[in-house]
Every structure is written in structure tokens, then in C-alpha cells.
């Protein structure tokens, strides 16, 4: 493998791990609490997709580039439908979570205590008791992964004059910078969401929308 292709595959690995990169941060604040071998594997499935997408987009072009060419125009569809689903069901159950904890705290409140004081000391319970409600399931990681690298198909057509062996390498670089992102994304996210507390599943969940977004508008215009 030569120095030129290695190089040519981390500076792809860094322009396709953002979105990986941003949907991870948006993990780490809803679950500030997360394993280590939880973000391991978060992150092992962002690199598992970048790695994949890459060689199935190489083997289109070689044997039905017609058709993945027309497909194409799909993909950032695809990506914000997927996102858009994920995100908006973040901001329910992290609305959902806030208005239970908030009942619970509340449903038992302290005689003569002040009512703003006592509406204040219960939002802030609501915060504290939400902040490691949300868990992401296998379900939503693998949705994540699939729209965050579905653009790298198009990579297929970047690495088509490679040989197989050569692409697979590629790939294979793509996802370890992709992993090493995330990982960064996972940590970042999971120090911030501790602050923010039960309002980190909301900001995730807009920050998932807003990914999707961009990667359409990107697609599309």
C-alpha cells in the first residue's frame, strides 16, 4: 500500500467520521453515565459502517455502476428520514423523562415552603433523576450507523481505481479513524452531558435532526 494511498484514506476517514463524530457527542449527552465498553462498541459500529459502505460502494461501480448511480440520489433521503426518526424520539422520551421525574419529585411537596422555591427544587430533582434515563438500544445504533455513513458509498467511486485489496485497506483506514473520532465525540458528549442533565436527551435528539439536515441539504444541493 503506498504512502500516498494511506494519506488519501485518513484525510477521507476525517471528512466522513464527522457525522459519526457529532451523532456520538449527541450520544455521550444523552447517557453522560456510559461504559467505557459501551462506547466501545458505539463506537465499533461507526466504524463497522464506515468500513462497509466504502467496499459495497467499490463493488458497485465494478459490477452495476448504472444502477448505483441512480440510487444515489436517494441517499440523503435516506440519511435524513433515518435521523430525523432517531432524533424526534430522543426529544419525546427526554420530554417524557422530565415531566415523570417532575411529577414524582413534586407530587409529595414540603408545607410552608415557598411555591417558586418549591417549583425550582423540583425542576432541578426532574434534571438530576433524568440524566442517565435514556439508554441507546441496538436498534437505534445500527439506524445511526447506517445514516451516518451511507454517504460514504459515493467513496466507491473515489477508490473505484483501486484494486480489492487495495480498497479494503482504504476502508480499513476509514474505519479506524472513524472509531478514534467517535471515541472523542462519545467522551466530549458524556463530560457535557452531565451538566446539562435531563435536557442532554433533548439537545441530542436536536442535534440528530440537525445532522440529518445538513447531510441532506449537502445531497441535495
Not at 63 to 74: E, G, L, V
Not at 95 to 119: F, H, L, M, Y
Request: proline letters at 2%; aromatic letters at 10%; hydrophobic letters at 50%.
Amino acid at each position: 500500500m503506498s504512502l500516498s494511498l494511506v494519506f488519501n484514506s485518513l484525510l477521507l476517514g476525517v471528512g466522513l467520521a464527522m457525522d459519526a463524530f457529532s451523532v456520538s457527542i449527541a450520544n455521550g449527552l444523552a447517557e453522560p453515565h456510559m461504559s467505557h465498553s459501551k462506547m466501545n462498541g458505539i463506537a465499533g459500529c461507526y466504524a463497522f459502517f464506515q468500513w462497509l459502505m466504502p467496499m459495497i460502494g467499490w463493488f458497485c461501480v465494478h459490477t452495476i455502476a448504472a444502477y448505483f448511480t441512480a440510487f444515489q440520489k436517494f441517499i440523503p433521503w435516506i440519511a435524513l428520514g433515518l435521523l430525523l426518526f432517531i432524533g424526534i424520539q430522543m426529544i419525546v422520551e427526554g420530554i417524557q423523562d422530565r415531566r415523570k421525574a417532575n411529577e414524582k419529585d413534586c407530587s409529595a411537596a414540603v408545607p410552608g415552603t415557598a411555591e417558586s422555591s418549591a417549583d425550582a427544587a423540583c425542576e432541578e430533582k426532574a434534571d438530576n433523576n433524568t440524566v442517565s434515563d435514556r439508554r441507546l438500544t441496538l436498534s437505534q445504533l445500527i439506524l445511526q450507523g447506517i445514516a451516518t455513513s451511507i454517504d460514504a458509498l459515493s467513496v466507491g467511486f473515489t477508490i473505484a481505481e483501486y484494486r480489492a485489496l487495495e480498497a479494503f485497506g482504504s476502508s480499513v483506514i476509514i474505519a479506524v479513524v472513524t472509531f478514534f473520532i467517535c471515541m472523542g465525540g462519545l467522551l466530549f458528549g458524556r463530560k457535557f452531558g452531565e451538566k446539562l442533565a435531563g435536557r442532554a436527551t433533548i439537545l441530542g435528539g436536536l442535534i440528530l435532526i440537525g445532522i440529518g439536515a445538513e447531510i441532506f441539504i449537502r445531497g441535495v444541493f
